[in-house]
């Protein structure tokens, strides 16, 4: 029919739109992998001297800085979950998360969606996490990562990575963020891949110095920041790209809109 063959058409040129907007925050995000990569791994002084790693997956690294195991640079911890049929143990208020409850986009967390009781902490091995960690998913997926504003603690399915003085939280965050794979080489388990505390303090990482890594750290932040509101406004457009074509077709279908006459 005339409404049928007209809304092909228009809803082909609406689809058509979505699929590049998709593709350019699929380019976005590449954009923001190459230079988180290029900035944690190689500094950010295009002169400097180089030198072999000696670690595949980082290659060249500049001549002052050390590629170092991450337990070199951080108090690795695990955690745990209190009972679940005790009741006194839950709906405290120590924030207590699991990998569900972030994802490496978020940057920071304040915490999830359950609270203990200092009970449900006592009875069970997990720790208080201080604010300025890095909290890792070890499972489920492995390799999310975040940053802690506020004291916490956590299930098994994370690790926390507490840091010592020459150690930038931040700067961690971004290079473990881009070594998602290299965490995944590392798991082991038959129905679910799960990295063990052990092996990942064995990973080695880039180690710039404590003022480099600041540095770098500042600068991401100002880039992909740039890049994450960029990809939220063509996120934004795709919506209401989905939600024009909705109407389009209701209304014309409804026929509270003509078809024009061709």
């Known amino acids: ?25 699929e380019e976005y995000k590449k954009l923001r992998q190459a230079i988180i990569t290029k900035a944690v791994t190689k500094g950010l002084d295009p002169n400097v001297e180089m030198k072999d790693s000696g670690v595949e997956w980082i290659g060249e690294i500049p001549f002052h800085w050390n590629a170092r ?11 745990s979950t209190p009972n679940s049929d005790k009741s006194e143990y839950w709906d405290g208020d120590i924030p207590w998360i699991t990998p569900a409850d972030f994802k490496t986009l978020d940057k920071i967390t304040s915490g999830g969606s359950r609270f203990i009781t200092k009970e449900g902490y006592n009875s069970c091995s997990t720790n208080m996490i201080p604010k300025g960690s890095i909290i890792f998913s070890k499972r489920a997926p492995i390799g999310s990562v975040v940053i ?3 004291d916490l603690c956590t299930n098994q399915g994370c690790l926390s990575c507490i840091k010592n003085e020459k150690t930038d939280s931040t700067y961690f965050y971004y290079v473990m963020s881009i070594f998602v794979d290299v965490f995944n080489l590392y798991g082991s388990g038959t129905t679910f891949k799960e990295i063990s505390a052990t092996a990942f303090g064995d990973v080695i990482l880039p180690l710039p110095p404590i003022l480099e890594q600041k540095h770098i750290a500042s600068l991401l932040d100002t880039k992909c920041s740039e890049i994450d509101s960029l990809i939220k406004s063509k996120e934004k457009l795709i919506e209401q790209l989905t939600a024009y074509r909705k109407s389009l077709i209701f209304e014309y279908v409804t026929g509270k809109k003509e078809v024009p006459a061709v």
């Open 1 to 25: 029919s005339h409404i049928a063959s007209f809304l092909d058409t228009k809803c082909a040129e609406i689809d058509k739109a979505i699929e590049a907007t998709k593709s350019s925050i």
């Open 69 to 79: 195991p991450i337990k070199n640079s951080f108090t690795i911890v695990s955690g």
């Open 148 to 150: 802690n504003s506020v």
